[in-house]
Structure formats: structure tokens, C-alpha cells
């Protein structure tokens, strides 16, 4: 089952210092095809700079250049469908990736989603199924 991979969820795999490490990479390991959002990837790399360096970064980039990550490239219907997202749960505080997400899963007619953001993901209510599956779980 395909699955679309959220920033938190990737950071937490990478950083092995991080309290959800095990529990995400455990997460990862089962999928069988997970699938790296566009969106996701400048978020990621912000974050890794920032807390994990140089080092860290170039080794994620070298990895998903080599394919070693299924890869989906968000469309304009994904960000039209993103900004609607953005102004229903303007309340909630949700966050551009996290729309995009849900706006990509939509379109890939994809449930599950790998994220440490369950508080978000629990709120939105996609059209394609009622609810996300969201691994890992608590």
C-alpha cells in the first residue's frame, strides 16, 4: 500500500536522537511504497540544516537523487485544492505542506499517510475517504 511521507515523520527517521525515531523507521520499514511529496522536500531540508547540518542534507539529497525514494511532483489543481484546505482549517493552524498532502492524497486516491503530526491530519476530512490512516500510531 502507497503511503505519502509528511516532513515531521521523515525528520524523526533521520534524526536518531529524536523521541519518535524507532517508531517511525519501524513505520517506514513497512511500507512497501512510500512517496516523497515535492512539497516536502525544502521544508525537510530546512529543518535538517538546521538542526542535523551539511552532512545530514547532502546525504538525504544524494538518496532521493538516486531513487531510493518514490518521488510525486504536486500540480496546480493540488495547490488550488491546498489554498481551499488553508481557508476551511484556518482555525486548526494547519500548515501549506500538510494541505498540499491531503490535496495530493486526494488526487493519488491515497488513505494513509506517515506523519508525527497526528493533531492536523486527524482534523482534516478529505473527499476521497472519511478519515486518514495515520501511521505511526501513538
Not at 14 to 29: Q, T
Not at 106 to 117: A, G
Amino acid at each position: 500500500m502507497a503511503a505519502l511521507l509528511d516532513t515531521g515523520f521523515l525528520l524523526a527517521v533521520i534524526d536518531a536522537d529524536d523521541n519518535l525515531h524507532a517508531a517511525c523507521v519501524a513505520a517506514l520499514e513497512s511500507e512497501t511504497n512510500p512517496i516523497l511529496p515535492d512539497v516536502v522536500l525544502p521544508e525537510l531540508a530546512y529543518l535538517i540544516l538546521r538542526e542535523l547540518g551539511y552532512p545530514t542534507l547532502t546525504k538525504l539529497l544524494r538518496a532521493v537523487a538516486a531513487g531510493e525514494m518514490d518521488q510525486a511532483q504536486s500540480t496546480h489543481q493540488d495547490l488550488a485544492r491546498a489554498a481551499d484546505l488553508l481557508e476551511k482549517y484556518a482555525d486548526n493552524k494547519v500548515d501549506f505542506v500538510d494541505c498540499v498532502i491531503v490535496a495530493m492524497a486526494e488526487r493519488l486516491n491515497l488513505t494513509r499517510v506517515l506523519t508525527v503530526d497526528r493533531r492536523h491530519f486527524t482534523v482534516f476530512r478529505p473527499n476521497h475517504c472519511a478519515y486518514f490512516e495515520i501511521a505511526p500510531t501513538p
